[in-house]
């Protein structure tokens, strides 16, 4: 009986974390200054400190929050604005054949337990990378800056459109 119980508690805990956000969520854009925005970006920043070698700002490119979701579109630069080296960082190779979008640097973090948690990122990229996160938790294209129309939820993604 104690297994049974046990394995309930774990079954609702799961489907808790990675229930998709509720439609009724609000999408909005942390201000400048806000408690939200500092908890988000100080969420996100050791990992790329850590991906860079080194301390970073942000630059915000987008940056939004919906329920337990935020996503941020970020450009990173050292302390001051000083631009970094991208030739002295791991990512040396992909940026001098020019692999690396170093104006944006992508994060999805969730909320749990009160604390903003990475579940998601990518220096760079050359392509949409958050699609695939939106579509594997059933997000909004409008989280990530987009339109459900160029981007429709994964349901009516794989429907045929009339008139084709």
Do not use: C
């Not at 104690?2 to 799961?14: E, H, N, W």
């Not at 850590?50 to 050292?78: C, S």
């Not at 579509?135 to 084709?164: C, H, I, K, Y």
Request: no cysteine; proline share 9%.
């Amino acid at each position: 009986m104690r297994f049974v119980l046990l394995l309930a508690l774990s079954l609702i805990g799961f489907s808790v974390a990675h229930s998709p956000a509720k439609a009724a969520d609000p999408i909005m854009s942390p201000e400048r200054g806000s408690p939200l925005r500092a908890a988000v970006l100080e969420a996100a920043r050791p990992l790329f400190e850590h991906e860079t070698g080194g301390p970073v700002e942000f630059v915000i490119n987008t940056l939004n929050v919906m329920g337990e979701w935020a996503y941020g579109d970020v450009k990173l630069q050292r302390p001051g604005g000083t631009p970094i080296d991208w030739r002295k960082t791991k990512f040396a190779d992909d940026f001098t054949q020019g692999m690396l979008e170093t104006g944006h640097n992508l994060f999805l973090l969730q909320r749990t337990g009160g604390k903003w948690i990475v579940v998601e990122y990518v220096v760079g990229p050359t392509d949409v990378a958050w699609d695939d996160w939106r579509q594997q938790r059933n997000l909004p294209a409008e989280l990530f800056g987009a339109s459900s129309v160029d981007f429709p939820p994964p349901a009516q993604a794989a429907q045929p459109r009339s008139g084709n």
